[in-house]
């Protein structure tokens, strides 16, 4: 680990993981660079303190896992379960992002500038995310809330189950999941579009997107809907 | 000469098509929908009853009944942890949902658990700080659905229990109908006040024991490798599971039979699906010692533990610890005779109402109802959870010291024989009289 006056760097070639986050997780510097990730799991995982922290590299499974605050930029391709059950913060991927992109999250902003596999946003639960891609099939399954941005196609499937998150898509979708289906894009809906993609550095017009969400005909168990 | 005033003595109930099946069959007719309900299986299974302890004599030393010692503790979780449990007694509180038990419910189990030195879990929905407030001894359930998770919380718990299945529903989700989510417990599930709640029956960002080692690393890595983490099995397929948990990294296997409880779920999953809980406990202690980590990586077994015998019996046969959830329901005021005229409102009766997911109950345990839920007294509760965990421990070290162990941990297969052949094969401990155990030895 080496420090300069802006940046704290981790060499994750000669630094375990365990040494990184432990520093992450009470860290005394406020910017770190984190170098040779070769696909290490559960990078920047826990990060819980408005912290800055760039890994230059591509990242496997679960980076930045539970990021709370933190604003954490993967350089390259993240695996499984990036940013999964994020509650604040910002989480980029530049590159692409494998399943489960954004699982689970509760809140936070999570931007993969390339595409994401499926089941990106799945059980999202108040997270943002902006994908410049496309995504794969099963995303958005079972999310309960926030925002979904798609700049490319999206999957098979799209919103099976889906409860009150908003889907924007502004390539073709696959198929539509159980009780997800294509709603009326109203003023708010562009502006809260429009809000989104700027925050996520998306130069797209609003006005080519769809909205997607829940027709509320699961809500409730019945014989009709079975499952 | 039939009195019609009289019931026939020459009616004849059918074994196959009994009451409770016609009513069934009846039910379904008129509704289209199958029947949801809680408890666990009711059906009759090989179960503990049929096990009997072998009592020292000649060629056994018995310890004195109330003076000499015999310790009851565990430690859970020391294979990774800096930090793991250490519990006064080997009976532990199941994981029980805010949600699906009122949140006085909660407390009360904590207050009981925390007050004889043992360990109470969450459930889906999160952690309440009722619940954490009174519980000494934490676990974090990890479930599919995440509903309530968060970072926070799970570094407030003294243990991580990742949930891939209880015995009652083994492979299947979870169901928490809409007359249940009150606004706080949708509030802490991030969705709608008033509608159902489907918990998913598959982790969100991890598939198979290869995934699940890396998850494992994660909230490690997250945790700072400071508390034990648990996997939970349902119990089916548990020779293979046990082997795969303990390979992804589990600290403790806790493995549910199918008699364990649950809150709501379909009728025929919970009598159809799943092993007995005597018939999964051997096959995880094999997949231990074969490890060569029986003992090191601790097994908690569940699903029918009644009494201190059940407890004795479930540890002869290798578990470290066992966990409670009717039974501590029970112990709290569930089924008490005193609602005797509510229960018939609604359609059962003290000792047979298994309607938790109905949001209705008249002891206040499984309700959301702000009025049912505080005719439950958490302090009153907890004495009474805590009374019941005593008599469990005094009952377990009544027959630890009769077959001559200092230890609850001590009791082995040795001290037990069967009283049925199923159970013989099941438990792995030969019939009574006999040396014969089915499927192992000759007769």
Redesign the interface.
Known sequence: MTSTLETTVVDLATTS??EL??EL?APKATHYAVEHPQGA??IA??V?TPITVDVRGHA???AA??N?GGTITVHGNAG??VA??M?SGTVRVTGDAS??AG??A?GGLLVVEGSASM?CG??M??VDIVVGGDIGPMSA??A??GRLVVCGNAGADLGD?I??ARLYVRGTVGSLGADCVEKEMRAEHLAELAELLTAAGMAHDPAEFRRYGSARRL?????HN?? | MIDPAQPNPALRESATFDRATIAGIQRAAA????D?RGWGAKRALPHFDDLLFLGASMSRYPLEGYRERCDTDVVLGDRNARYPLHLAIPVTIAGMSFGALSAQAKEALGRGASEVGTSTTTGDGGMTPEERGQSKHLVYQYLP??YG????D?RKADAIEIVLGQGAKPGGGG?L??QKISDRVAGM????AG??Q?S?CRH???TGPD?LA??I??LR?????EKPVYVKVGASRTYYDVKLAVAAGADVVVVDGMQGGTAATQDVFIENVGIPTLAAIPQAVQALQELGLHRKVQLIVSGGIRTGADVAKAMALGADAVAIGTAALIALGDNDPKYSEEYRKLGSEAGFYDDFQDGRDPAGISTQDPELAARLDPVEGGKRLANYLRVLTMEAQTIARACGKAHLQHLEPEDLVALTIEAAAMARVPLAGTSWIPGSTRA
């Open positions: 993981v365990r986050n432990a997780h799991h559960a995982a826990g819980a496997g499974y679960y896992g539970m709370d499984t379960g999964e059950n509650m399943q489960s699982a689970t509760h089941r799945i059980s639960k108040g399954f079972m309960q809330a189950s409860y009150e809500y409730h168990f019945a014989a079975t499952y | 509704t289209g929908v199958y949801i659905s995440r998770m968060n970072p926070t799970l169901m109908l809409g599930r991030t969705l709608p509608i159902d489907r998913a969100p960002d991890w995934d890396i998850k690393l994660e890595e997250i945790t700072d490798w």
